[in-house]
Nanobody, 122 residues
Framework: QVQLVESGGGLVQAGGSLRLSCAASGSIDRINNMGWYRQGPGKDRELVARIFNSGSTDYADSIKGRFTISRDNAKNTVFLQMNSLKPEDTAVYYC????????????????WGQGTQVTVSS
C-alpha cells in the first residue's frame, strides 16, 4: 500500500558530497514526519535526521553542520544533502516515514524504504 523509494547513494571520497532522495507513494492520507536512518557495518540502526510537517528537524550530533534534511510536502519526498563526508558515514541509509493511510482515521504507522548504500573512501 505504501512504497518508499530511495535514490542517490553511491561511492564518494572523503570530503565529497551526496544527495539522497526518498519518495513516498501509495494510499497516503497524511505524513507526520519523514527521515533518514543508517546502519553501518556491525552497528545498530541509528537516526540521522528527520523533518516534521511543521518544518522542525532533528539531527544526530555526529552529522550536525554537515548534513541537511529537507522535504517537498507536495511530492511526499524527503532529501538528505550530505557534505564533508567521512569514512565513518559509510552505511546503508534507510528512508523512514510516519504516516496515515487513507480511510484509517489518522492511524499512523511507520514505514521503511529498502535502503541505499553510501560508501565513503579515505
Amino acid at each position: 500500500q505504501v512504497q518508499l523509494v530511495e535514490s542517490g547513494g553511491g561511492l564518494v571520497q572523503a570530503g565529497g558530497s551526496l544527495r539522497l532522495s526518498c519518495a513516498a507513494s501509495g494510499s497516503i492520507d497524511r505524513i507526520n514526519n519523514m527521515g533518514w536512518y543508517r546502519q553501518g557495518p556491525g552497528k545498530d540502526r541509528e537516526l540521522v535526521a528527520r523533518i516534521f510537517n511543521s518544518g522542525s528537524t532533528d539531527y544526530a550530533d555526529s552529522i550536525k553542520g554537515r548534513f541537511t534534511i529537507s522535504r517537498d510536502n507536495a511530492k511526499n519526498t524527503v532529501f538528505l544533502q550530505m557534505n564533508s563526508l567521512k569514512p565513518e558515514d559509510t552505511a546503508v541509509y534507510y528512508c523512514n516515514a510516519y504516516l496515515a493511510l487513507t480511510g484509517t482515521s489518522s492511524l499512523y504507522n511507520e514505514y521503511w524504504g529498502q535502503g541505499t548504500q553510501v560508501t565513503v573512501s579515505s
